[in-house]
T-cell receptor, first 116, second 115 residues
């Protein structure tokens, strides 16, 4: 079974530039998550989709971050304009459904962003 | 709000030593608790979980018991191997109003096992 695919693995940009990350979840997984992991911290949820609808985006900085999952399969996370503090690893995860307490999220390897 | 606190690393052990990584949590209600592991160059993966008080999760020789009285979920292994070197994350499920499966993670603990 193919895992969660993410690209690019690494990206270096200057502040105020834009960047986009792509994620393809495990086939059949209805729920997709984007997490931000800053060095030395645990992953923090940015946005959660159930199929193509947003379930939780309470911690997404909406003035610069946007995400979509138009067909309920793959997803794109965009940052525009980037700030220095956006340097982090962006993790995509998926699960069968968003039911409480099942707990098993399947993570991709992440996309590491460096903002100079 | 709900949160997870993990012991800071790095933790450096010799092979076959006993491992404990402490994890405590703050939560309303009855969350499930998890340990995720991230091996070098790989994505996070679920190591074990416990869904209610006094449950013990176990996998690959690792164990953790859900202690409601002490709000803890410490990870233990009796004899570590070099291949256990990784970053370990404690997490809890934060049940939203729509019963969504949102995980809150601790900061992670780096374990380095020396031969």
């Amino acid at each position: 079974e193919a895992g969660v695919a993410q690209s690019p693995r690494y990206k270096i940009i200057e502040k105020r530039q834009s960047v986009a990350f792509w994620c393809n979840p495990i086939s059949g997984h209805a729920t997709l998550y984007w997490y931000q992991q800053i060095l030395g911290q645990g992953p923090k949820l940015l946005i959660q989709f159930q199929n193509n609808g947003v379930v939780d985006d309470s911690q997404l900085p909406k003035d610069r971050f946007s995400a979509e999952r138009l067909k309920g399969v793959d997803s794109t996370l965009k940052i525009q304009p980037a700030k220095l503090e956006d340097s982090a690893v962006y993790l995509c995860a998926s699960s069968w459904r968003g039911n409480a307490n099942t707990g098993e999220l399947f993570f991709g390897e992440g996309s590491r962003l460096t903002v100079l | 709000g709900n949160s997870v606190t993990q012991m800071e690393g790095p933790v450096t052990l010799s092979e076959e030593a006993f491992l404990t990584i402490n994890c405590t949590y703050t939560a309303t209600g009855y969350p499930s608790l998890f340990w995720y592991v991230q091996y070098p160059g790989e994505g996070l993966q679920l190591l074990l979980k416990a869904t209610k008080a006094d449950d013990k999760g176990s996998n690959k020789g690792f164990e953790a018991t859900y202690r409601k009285e002490t709000t803890s979920f410490h990870l233990e292994k009796g004899s570590v191997q070099v291949s256990d070197s990784a970053v370990y994350f404690c997490a809890l499920s934060d049940v939203g109003g729509g019963a969504t499966n949102k995980l809150i993670f601790g900061t992670g603990t780096l374990l380095a096992v020396q031969p």
